[in-house]
Each structure stands twice: as structure tokens, then as C-alpha cells.
């Protein structure tokens, strides 16, 4: 019973010193959150950011718009499934010098229209997320996170 009680306790102090762990719950409920202001115009948080990425250029690669998000391309694409679906972006095949195919994705005029109005959702969250902390949580919170991730990506590759 004793060497039980041990391991449940290792385990226990494994789950709530996880980083992977403690980061996607954070994910998981801010993500939540998100969803919940965009939802009245059809968004998630997700769809929401390959749009605004979208708006800063005219096209963008899959593969680009996948390591500017730091997402999978079979996450991409499912999440820009529903957004060229309804008109909001488009994709097009073409092909290089190389005769190697790339999808380019661009966002349409009605993509830009309802960013526009889910900014206003958007912009809720956000302003209720930055009321929970201090500047100074703000700040050192957007330098740890990123700190992370230049860190981890190296090790990545």
C-alpha cells in the first residue's frame, strides 16, 4: 500500500510540474475565452488569427502562413477549410519554375470585412485578459513566452 500511495504522490508532483501541461491548459481555457467573444460572428480564435495574418500580406504559402503560426499545415488547412468554404480566403495552386506545386492562401474582401467586425470580439477578450494582470505581468509575461519560444524552437529545428 505504502509503495502506492508513493507512486500516486511522483505522479501528483509530475502532473503539476509539467510545463507542456501547465502551458496548454492556460492554451485551452484563454483559447475558450477567445472563442466565446468571437463566436457571435462565427470565428475561433484560431480562424481569427490565420485571417489577421492573412490581412498583413497579399498571399502568403501554406507552408509560410504554418511557420508563421507556428501550427501544422494539416491544422492550417482544416482551419481554412470552413474559412474558404464561406468565402472568407482563398487558396491557389500554383506551380514554379521548379514544377513543384504551392498553395498560396490570400485573404478575400468579405475576410477583411469580418475581421473588421470581429475585432470588436476580439478586443473584449483582450481588453478583459489585460485587466486581470498588471502591466508589469504583461510585460514579463509576452518576454517569458517569448524567451520560450526562441528557446524551445532551436531544439526543435
Given at each position: 500500500?505504502?509503495?502506492?500511495?508513493?507512486?500516486?504522490?511522483?505522479?501528483?508532483?509530475?502532473?503539476?510540474?509539467?510545463?507542456?501541461?501547465?502551458?496548454?491548459?492556460?492554451?485551452?481555457?484563454?483559447?475558450?475565452?477567445?472563442?466565446?467573444?468571437?463566436?457571435?460572428?462565427?470565428?475561433?480564435?484560431?480562424?481569427?488569427?490565420?485571417?489577421?495574418?492573412?490581412?498583413?500580406?497579399?498571399?502568403?504559402?501554406?507552408?509560410?502562413?504554418?511557420?508563421?503560426?507556428?501550427?501544422?499545415?494539416?491544422?492550417?488547412?482544416?482551419?481554412?477549410?470552413a474559412l474558404?468554404?464561406?468565402?472568407?480566403?482563398?487558396?491557389?495552386?500554383?506551380?514554379?519554375?521548379?514544377?513543384?506545386?504551392?498553395?498560396?492562401?490570400?485573404?478575400?474582401?468579405?475576410?477583411?470585412?469580418l475581421i473588421?467586425?470581429?475585432?470588436?470580439?476580439?478586443?473584449e477578450a483582450?481588453?478583459?485578459?489585460?485587466?486581470?494582470?498588471?502591466?508589469?505581468?504583461?510585460?514579463?509575461?509576452?518576454?517569458?513566452?517569448?524567451?520560450?519560444?526562441?528557446?524551445?524552437?532551436?531544439?526543435?529545428?
Amino acid at each position: 500500500m505504502q509503495d502506492k500511495a508513493k507512486d500516486q504522490q511522483y505522479y501528483k508532483d509530475l502532473n503539476d510540474s509539467c510545463f507542456a501541461l501547465m502551458l496548454k491548459k492556460s492554451d485551452r481555457y484563454v483559447s475558450a475565452f477567445f472563442n466565446d467573444h468571437l463566436k457571435n460572428y462565427g470565428l475561433r480564435i484560431t480562424q481569427f488569427s490565420v485571417l489577421i495574418h492573412l490581412a498583413t500580406s497579399d498571399t502568403v504559402s501554406l507552408n509560410g502562413l504554418s511557420r508563421r503560426l507556428s501550427m501544422e499545415r494539416s491544422t492550417i488547412t482544416r482551419g481554412l477549410h470552413a474559412l474558404v468554404r464561406d468565402g472568407y480566403a482563398t487558396i491557389t495552386l500554383e506551380v514554379d519554375k521548379g514544377d513543384r506545386r504551392k498553395k498560396s492562401v490570400a485573404i478575400t474582401t468579405e475576410g477583411l470585412k469580418l475581421i473588421n467586425k470581429a475585432v470588436r470580439g476580439w478586443e473584449e477578450a483582450q481588453d478583459i485578459v489585460k485587466q486581470s494582470l498588471t502591466e508589469k505581468e504583461i510585460k514579463e509575461l509576452r518576454e517569458y513566452l517569448s524567451n520560450l519560444y526562441d528557446k524551445l524552437i532551436v531544439h526543435r529545428g
